[in-house]
């Protein structure tokens, strides 16, 4: 068994909760509530940004070129083509995409960034991959067991959104192949580092649907003074 093998079988539950969770079974159904999808997109939009970020950082660390190419081509995905998925959302709820952007992250979508942000600036580049990882791998059989469950045709109102991941593959092969290389050269307590990043990462993964599907916010007394 390989070491992302064994990261995906220690973490079933996370991966089952998040299959189940009411976001994700709503994205299935073509039905959600306009609100949530509209938090989603907010949330999302500013997270990519994060994510592009910190695969800057793992870029200035790379040492061959090779890496460096896989970084540069994965800031190209993130940057360009999933801005697709982000539409078939915005389509739905009738608003344009620009006026989603530029909104804070409530407090589950910040705490994943500086989660993500910190294994970056903190650890080795196979400590992030870790903390990577399962934004590609749980996005990629969320819309396998999406189509297995609701077989969407193309008039889904997500059938985009859902083809989309279950057709992204190879983000998840190539990072779990560089991965598996660090893996190969760890020492038992930055192997352990690496689990504990991953596990926390799909912790945060489920997190960030709840956050949507609550419309989760910051404290504050607006409410009180309204
Ligand atoms: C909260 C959240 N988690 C994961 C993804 C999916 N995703 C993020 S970056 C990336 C490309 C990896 O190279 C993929 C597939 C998302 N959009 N939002």
């Known amino acids: 068994m390989t070491f992302t093998d064994e990261l995906r079988k220690e973490n079933d539950d996370i991966y089952q909760l998040i299959f189940n969770h009411p976001f994700v079974q709503g994205i299935g159904k073509g039905e959600l509530p306009k609100q949530a999808v509209e938090h989603y997109i907010k949330a999302d939009f500013e997270f990519l940004n994060a994510f592009v970020q910190v695969y800057s950082i793992a870029l200035s660390k790379s040492t061959n070129r090779e890496d460096m190419a896989y970084f540069h081509e994965q800031i190209q995905f993130t940057l ?11 389509d739905y709820i009738g608003v344009r995409f620009e006026d989603l952007q530029g909104h804070p992250l409530p407090p589950s979508g910040d705490h994943y960034i500086k ?3 910190y294994h970056a600036n903190m650890g ?3 400590e992030t991959l870790s903390a990577l990882l399962p934004c590609p791998w749980t996005y990629l059989e969320i819309g396998q067991e ?3 469950k609701y ?6 109102p997500f059938y985009k959104w859902i083809h989309f991941y279950a057709e992204s593959g190879h983000e998840t092969e190539q ?6 290389a660090f893996a190969a050269n760890a020492s038992t307590e930055e192997k352990l580092r690496m689990k504990d990043a991953f596990r926390k ?12 599907y609550t419309c989760e916010e910051w404290p504050s007394n607006k ?3 309204q």
């Open 223 to 225: 409410a009180v003074t």
């Open 146 to 148: 999406l189509i297995k």
């Open 124 to 126: 080795s580049l196979g």
């Open 115 to 117: 989660h993500m942000l």
């Open 151 to 156: 077989q969407p045709t193309k008039d889904h």
């Open 175 to 180: 990072m779990r192949k560089r991965l598996d």
């Open 201 to 212: 990462s799909c912790q945060l993964e489920l997190a960030f649907w709840e956050m949507s």
């Open 80 to 90: 360009y083509d999933e801005v697709q998925p982000h539409l078939n959302f915005s």
